[in-house]
């Protein structure tokens, strides 16, 4: 960070961060470790894949949503907004299940399906996480994208118009980068709970870190151990996250 | 009350048209029956009070607001309309960038674009729409921004800029484009008192190059100053037209007098 003073109270913080720490280490049972180093790792590569991928293609599909709500025709705006009011007004888990329970056991009766190419991937668990995160993460993002488009100054915008701008060259060159510059200091936010809602995947089978933590707590009959390493590895995943938008702000501050 | 007598013909062929304009919000009649014509080279001052539609007029001659009747013609061209009322629009929309390409525009609130630099501003329509080259474009925005007495400030970002700053940026961008004709739309009211000089001049020196200039403004002296003709519109309607000695010194019509007792009581 920027700031490298470290006024009395961060010191004690860190004073009691070390000791909570050397306690743990000192009092606790962790030779269970080891054995389970491969697996937290492939847990917490999921994790960190999951979290990645749906929040890019989450934020992909939000851009038209917000900008048919803001522009678009009536229908399409329409649609979009009840697709936002859908996704934001219903539990993330029914969202999972609905489609993994409920799309994927008819995948099987479509005609053509077990044919294609796609039939390996769609009998694993892994594409109908990504699917409900991404469009959780849209319906989320798309809703937050409206107003940022709606919120850049028309002037701006038809200062581009008077100089002959084609619309797609102002929606790229003006309107999304002045949207999305108002819209990072949340998405930090909005991010961190995109990581902590993947832990909901592990309910359709798919291993990520807290699935690989729920059976190292089954198999090991441990209860804090496991869990204070995964709280901690979830924490260190959302201050990278804190981390890399401070970066990103301070790189584009100077815009505004 | 049309003062046709004080009416100049365009010098050397219209740059902008207009014929019985009308532009209706609702039933809120803004434009009522407007003609004008500005030829090249002519400085046409438009003046009013807040409410009489002389910024609805200019922000109409480039179709930033679409007039509800009325013919336009720019640049020479007749510019087609489809559908009635709210719903009418420019038919063609190749046509209108292409015409707005060679109209620029200064705004009240400049609206320089704040994720780029001063530079990157005046770049970035000469690449995007006349597909200049990064460095040709680079060199010509420094010649601008060296024009308008902003060459040492072309990488700051427009938030660290004064407002007079900002609009002699945005005029830069304006040239730019190498336009044939200029719309100024009350480039000096959103600034502090004591910045309005430095975009007059910048102003100025444009209208002695001979560029064609429409300017919505309420600085009377300077309209006076650079104006071939001042356009008084009031309700909608031009009210009187002619040269400023004429407007100014000798106004005919009751409406103008009155406007002008309340701009400089003398």
């Known amino acids: ?256 | 009350m049309r003062d046709a007598s004080t009416m100049t013909a365009p010098r050397g062929g219209a740059v902008i048209e207009v014929e019985d304009l009308h532009k209706a919000y609702g039933s809120a009649r803004v434009l009522k029956g407007i003609d004008l014509a500005a030829g090249r080279g002519d400085v046409v001052a438009l003046i009013g009070s807040s409410g009489s539609g002389k910024s609805t007029l200019l922000r109409c001659l480039n179709l930033l607001e679409t007039p509800t009747s009325g013919s336009l013609r720019l640049l020479g061209e007749a510019i087609p309309f489809r559908g009635h009322g709210a719903q009418r629009q420019p038919a063609d929309r190749r046509q209108l960038r292409r015409l707005r390409a060679r109209l620029g525009m200064v705004f009240q609130g400049f609206n320089l674009w704040p994720h780029m630099t001063l530079e990157a501003n005046v770049m970035e329509a000469p690449m995007q729409v006349l597909k200049r080259s990064r460095a040709e474009a680079r060199d010509e925005a420094r010649a601008l921004l060296e024009r308008v007495g902003l060459d040492h400030l072309r990488d700051a970002y427009p938030a660290t800029l004064s407002g007079g700053q900002q609009q002699r940026g945005a005029i830069a961008r304006a040239l730019a484009m190498g336009p044939e004709a200029l719309l100024f739309d009350e480039p000096t009211s959103a600034l502090d008192p004591e910045l309005v000089g430095e975009v007059l001049a910048v102003m100025r020196d444009l209208a002695k190059e001979g560029r064609t200039m429409i300017i919505v403004t309420h600085e009377m002296a300077f309209a006076a100053d650079v104006a071939d003709r001042v356009v008084f519109l009031d309700q909608g309607e031009i009210a009187e037209q002619g040269p400023p000695e004429r407007v100014f010194g000798a106004p005919h019509t009751q409406r103008l007098q009155r406007f002008l007792g309340l701009v400089s009581p003398s």
Not at chain 1, 96 to 105: A, C, D, E, F, K
Not at chain 1, 200 to 221: K, P, S
Not at chain 1, 222 to 242: F, Q, W
């Open chain 1, 1 to 256: 960070m920027a700031d490298s003073r470290l006024p009395p109270h961060r010191l004690g913080l860190i004073a009691v961060a070390l000791v909570i720490v050397t306690l743990m280490v000192v009092q606790m049972q962790w030779g269970w470790l080891p054995e389970y180093r491969e697996a937290i790792l492939d847990g917490l590569w999921l994790t960190v894949v999951l979290m990645v991928t749906t929040s890019v293609a989450g934020f992909l599909l939000a851009i038209p949503l917000g900008l048919v709500q803001v522009k678009g025709p009536r229908p399409l705006a329409w649609l979009a907004r009840g697709f936002c009011t859908l996704i934001r007004g219903t539990p993330l888990l029914l969202q999972v299940w609905l489609l993994y329970y409920g799309l994927g056991s008819l995948f099987p009766y479509l005609p053509g399906v077990r044919q294609s190419w796609l039939w390996p991937y769609l009998i694993e668990s892994w594409p109908y996480a990504f699917a409900a995160l991404t469009l959780s993460f849209a319906g989320y993002e798309g809703e937050v994208m409206r107003g940022a488009f709606a919120g850049v100054p028309k002037g701006e915008l038809e200062a581009a118009r008077s100089l002959g701008m084609h619309p797609l060259t102002i929606l790229r060159r003006i309107w999304l980068p002045r949207a999305v510059q108002r819209v990072l200091p949340t998405l930090n936010g909005e991010l961190v709970i995109q990581l902590k809602a993947t832990p909901l995947v592990a309910t359709i089978a798919a291993v990520d870190t807290y699935a690989v933590f729920g059976r190292i707590r089954q198999e090991t009959y441990m209860v804090y151990e496991p869990l204070l390493l995964m709280a901690l590895i979830y924490l260190v995943l959302a201050g990278l996250i804190t981390l890399a938008f401070a970066a990103m702000e301070r790189a584009g501050s100077r815009g505004r």
